[in-house]
């Protein structure tokens, strides 16, 4: 073991090392390729991502049309034929006849209006970028109306927004309410004795296993009867309502494991409830709340169905992703600006995840090893 | 660290208290009804009013009603299935409509369309008007008697002058009391019988639009026997994988039966295992699964998404000549193609000359869920000519009113494909779209994708589908 272990000392690195490395580098890569595929897709044509993948703008060897002609009537398209300097059947020309010197004479299109191209192997690299997805979706799209007298007037569509507000709106609220009353909750849970404690502990935790869609139809009625359907607070206290048991649960798995000394001696010190919250639990639990505030950040921003079916889908009131999914076209025509909006709607869930990643993974280890 | 976060937070707190703040925070209080708009008319004698005269005087009372202004300021809300450019152009449809009136029609697109309204209707959240472009799912809102009659919005003699009997026929449906009764208008339509090739290049090279089936085929050999592929054919289109082959069947049926076979296949009276269907489903297998007939080869038809398949059609030269599609397909062709030059569009010729020249078609039936005045006004300006006018200028629609005039078509391709609907002997709604939903939105897409694909034989996969009837 100790030769072992002094031989790797020599070499610097080990064996092990490496190979971890190596593994993750790959990982990563896997991972990422298919982000860096959209990314490149964003910037390319529709025409372009239906007729070539996006790996094409690299530079790779492709056979490049040198030389195009027009084959004459004389040419017997049945029989063998000599074009370019090569001989063969109309099938071996379709697949392409390579001559001595590198080069390959391919016959385009079929017999009757097809042409012969001399094609040399180069070095290429497809460059036709484009900004224009990205113009539609962050400007909207245009459409040209032709009117019953002949005109033509040209209608912006609705451009992203008035959808990212939207979705600023719906997602902050939606985030911070249910933090705040799970905290609350999650203390009182954790440090306070009351009867029944146990009991609603275990609803809450059981209510983790209700999926939200059956909750729908019935929250929807009670909207329509208490006139909320269709507004912002609506939509609010659903999201509040389904993010809370899981945020009851996360903190109170933090906040029990607080050490009790520190409790204990503000009681002593004469504390109440609420300033122990207050000035204790709430900057303690940091880690927790800020983790937690991520998840619910992304799971809000990236909802769907909930904004859907609380707060329609109405030009101003609907949300990001609706904006994204209703760019597509009613038949999905346009699918190719979903790349570049998939990037706009990336941005902020990004920015909110880098600027408190920090806090993420030690508050989903927080609690996960008590002392 | 902590000090920072505390910011953070309260940031986030103001930046939500502001945003509440903003007049955008309460989107679905009823927008203030549009300011009265009198443009040229100031004071609209109800004398000199055409308009109003014309409605009345085909016994649209509440229409004539609207024109002459007596429900200025209400708010019709309605909602479907059509987004961005369609609503753009639904809007421009009646923005003369609501200038004249005084009416404003609200209208939401929603692309989760199916699935929001069945939970909006159960919990009573529903507009005024719901534009369905499936049938089927009418006839589910009728049976619960959610759905007010036609015949009680817009007069049945009206209905019955203005749109031939195939049409009213398949708005009928039964009622909450298992009566049958017509429950919405219709309202614009698709054309699916249609065959689009490369207009250019296809008379470069010398072939001819096939009349009967035979020449079809004929064409077909002769397009292989030069080297290329004859068919693009594409069926994937994510969780509705299949349904261009439905189409297909559906085609095939109305030409190789009678309608009345069709009838009771879409009743559900025929069987898909019957020799009809099956009949019907090898006369287009043939060319299916033939490598030589698809772009591709048979193997690509389940994996290429029907938007894509018609784009090698437009490749310099063209590598691939037929493609079978209803008219909307024109917004996948590549920008900047032009119809008769890049394109054109060749009715699917009939198999056997006794069952005449069919048509296949789909459309949007409106519906209206609550009964006003000014919803019954706005429901009989769609059920004339009038109501589709502005649409059919702007593109994307087909209108199937009697009183529609060819020259209201904003486009060539779009009047002569409506001109090759007035040639058709029969018309036929897609058969899928009127199926119960198991069926025609569920095991006919799964089991003809299962059988193009090649897991499962014919009579498997038409068992399948009979078994998933529901009885």
């Not at chain 1, 389904?242 to 906040?255: D, H, M, R, S, V």
């Not at chain 2, 050999?221 to 439905?246: L, N, R």
């Not at chain 2, 300006?381 to 200028?393: D, N, Q, V």
């Amino acid at each position: 073991m100790t030769a072992q272990a002094v031989s790797r000392k020599k070499h610097g690195v080990s064996w092990g090392q490496v190979f971890v490395n190596v593994t993750l580098i790959l990982l990563v890569l896997i991972w990422t390729i298919p982000t860096i595929g959209l990314l490149i897709s964003s910037f390319r044509t529709r025409f372009d991502i239906q007729t070539s993948g996006w790996w094409t703008v690299f530079p790779h060897r492709d056979w490049v049309t040198v030389e195009e002609f027009q084959p004459g009537p004389e040419v017997d398209r049945d029989g063998v034929m000599n074009l370019a300097g090569a001989q063969g059947t109309f099938e071996e020309f379709r697949a392409g006849i390579t001559l001595p010197d590198g080069r390959r004479v391919l016959w385009i299109g079929n017999k009757r209006i097809g042409r012969v191209a001399v094609q040399e192997r180069q070095w290429v690299m497809n460059t036709n970028f484009t900004l224009e997805n990205y113009q539609e979706v962050l400007g909207g799209k245009t459409f040209e109306v032709k009117q019953p007298d002949g005109s033509t007037i040209t209608v912006q569509g609705s451009d992203f927004s008035s959808a990212f507000i939207n979705s600023l709106i719906v997602t902050l609220p939606a985030t911070v309410i249910p933090i705040l009353i799970a905290a609350f909750a999650a203390y009182g849970f954790a440090w306070m004795k009351f009867p029944g404690r146990r009991l609603l502990f275990t609803m809450v935790v059981a209510l983790l296993v209700v999926p939200l869609q059956i909750a729908l139809v019935p929250i929807l009625k009670d909207y329509v009867r208490l006139n909320l359907n269709g507004t912002f607070l609506g939509i609010w206290l659903a999201h509040t309502g389904f993010g809370l048991p899981l945020a009851t649960y996360l903190l109170f798995n933090y906040i029990s494991s607080l050490p009790r000394d520190i409790l204990e001696s503000a009681f002593i010190d004469g504390a109440s409830h609420f300033t122990i919250f207050t000035r204790l639990i709430l900057p303690l639990s940091v880690p927790a709340l800020a983790s937690f505030a991520i998840f619910q950040f992304l799971w809000v921003w990236n909802d769907y169905l909930v904004a859907l079916i609380f707060i329609g889908a109405s030009p101003d009131s609907q949300v990001l992703t609706q904006r994204i999914a209703e760019m597509v076209g009613s038949r999905g025509n346009d699918w190719h600006l979903l790349t570049a909006g998939a990037f706009v709607s990336m941005l902020l869930p990004l920015i909110v995840f880098f600027s408190l990643q920090r806090f993420f993974v030690r508050g989903l280890l927080a609690g996960s090893v008590k002392g | 660290m902590k000090r920072q976060l505390f910011v953070l937070f309260s940031l986030l707190l103001a930046a939500a208290l502001v945003l509440t703040a903003c007049p955008g925070a309460q989107p679905a209080a009823p927008a203030q009804p549009a300011a009265p708009q009198q443009p040229a008319q100031p004071a609209a004698p109800a004398a000199a009013n055409p308009k109003a005269d014309a409605a009345a005087a085909k016994g649209l009372t509440e229409l004539a009603n609207a024109y002459k202004g007596m429900y200025k300021g209400t708010v019709v809300t309605m909602t479907g299935p059509f987004t961005d450019e369609d609503a753009v152009r639904f809007d421009n449809s009646v923005k003369e409509f609501e200038q004249e009136t005084g009416i404003d029609i609200q209208y939401t697109g929603s692309k989760e369309f199916e699935a929001s309204i069945t939970v909006r209707v159960q919990a009573g959240d529903v507009p005024d008007i719901v534009d369905f472009p499936q049938p089927g799912l009418l006839g589910t809102f009728a049976r619960q008697g959610k759905v007010i009659p036609a015949a009680t919005l817009v007069p049945e003699s009206w209905l019955k002058q203005n749109y031939l009997q195939s049409w009213l026929d398949m708005a009928t449906m039964p009622g909450a009391d298992g009566k049958p009764a017509m429950y919405g208008v219709w309202h614009r339509f698709n054309a699916k019988s249609l065959v689009w090739y490369p207009k250019d290049n296809f008379d470069a090279a010398g072939y001819k639009i096939p009349t009967t089936w035979d020449e079809l085929l004929a064409l077909q050999d002769e397009i292989v026997a030069d080297g290329d592929t004859p068919w693009c054919i594409g069926i994937e289109s994510g969780a509705a994988t299949g349904w261009p082959a439905t189409d297909w069947t559906e085609d095939l049926m109305l030409r190789t039966t009678s309608v009345e076979n069709y009838d009771k296949w879409v009743a559900g009276e025929l069987p898909f295992s019957s020799p009809e269907v099956k009949r019907a489903i090898e006369t287009f297998a043939k060319i299916w699964n033939d490598d030589r007939m698809v772009y591709g080869g048979r193997a690509k038809i389940v994996t290429t998404f029907f938007g894509d398949a018609p784009t090698p059609m437009f490749e310099d030269p063209p590598k691939c000549w037929l493609h079978r599609q209803g008219n909307f397909i024109t917004a996948f062709f590549p920008q900047g193609v032009q119809y008769g030059k890049d394109y054109g569009v060749f009715y699917l010729p009939p198999v056997d000359p006794a069952y005449g020249k069919p048509f296949l078609v789909a459309g949007d039936i409106m519906a209206a869920f609550r009964d006003r005045p000014e919803i019954r006004a706005v429901m009989q300006f769609f059920s004339t000519g009038e109501g589709i006018k502005g649409w059919l200028a702007a593109g994307g629609a087909l209108g199937m009113q009697k009183d529609v005039d060819l020259a209201w078509y904003g486009s060539d391709l779009e009047r002569d494909i409506a001109a090759l609907v007035n040639q058709a002997t029969a018309v036929r709604f897609d058969a899928s779209d009127l199926m119960p939903g198991e069926v025609g939105a569920g095991s006919f897409w799964r089991e003809m994708t299962s059988y193009f694909s090649g897991a499962v034989d014919l009579d498997t996969a038409l068992a399948e589908i009979d078994k998933s009837w529901p009885r």
